[in-house]
């Protein structure tokens, strides 16, 4: 099982930016399938933010213009540049880990085999 842990979370007032990490810390796994970013607010479902592998990157609608993922392999780390937030942005965000490529499901959480435990982003009007 391998262990992932998002920070960078907190509390910020809309137009300002936060930046978001992911690392499994003391793993030996390599993240060469797809990675994620979903986010879920309270009382909606999860949804997919963005997700980035060799293929290139993708994102949500409503990441488009705002957001960047990013990963650095000798760091193991994944990040989210979050910029211009939104109150509408606010909820817990999660980084995913799967063994696969991200293909055509890349916002599909069944595709993703490992999950952080999340960190929170609260964005205030």
């Known amino acids: 099982q391998v262990q992932m842990v998002e920070s960078g979370g907190g509390s910020v007032q809309a137009g300002g930016s936060l930046r978001l990490s992911c690392a499994a810390p003391?793993?030996?796994?390599?993240?060469?399938?797809?990675m994620g970013w979903f986010r879920q607010a309270p009382g909606k479902e999860r949804e997919v933010v963005a997700a980035?592998?060799?293929?290139?990157?993708r994102y949500a609608d409503s990441a488009k213009g705002r957001f960047t993922i990013s990963k650095d392999d000798t760091k193991n780390t994944l990040y989210l540049q979050m910029t211009g937030l939104k109150p509408e942005d606010t909820a817990m965000y999660y980084c995913?880990?799967?063994?696969?490529?991200?293909?055509?499901?890349?916002?599909?959480?069944?595709?993703?085999?490992?999950w952080g435990t999340g960190t929170q982003v609260t964005v205030s009007s």
């Open positions: 003391g793993s030996t796994y390599r993240w060469y399938g797809c």
């Open positions: 995913a880990s799967a063994l696969g490529t991200c293909g055509g499901r890349w916002s599909d959480h069944s595709l993703y085999n490992y």
């Open positions: 980035i592998d060799n293929a290139g990157r």
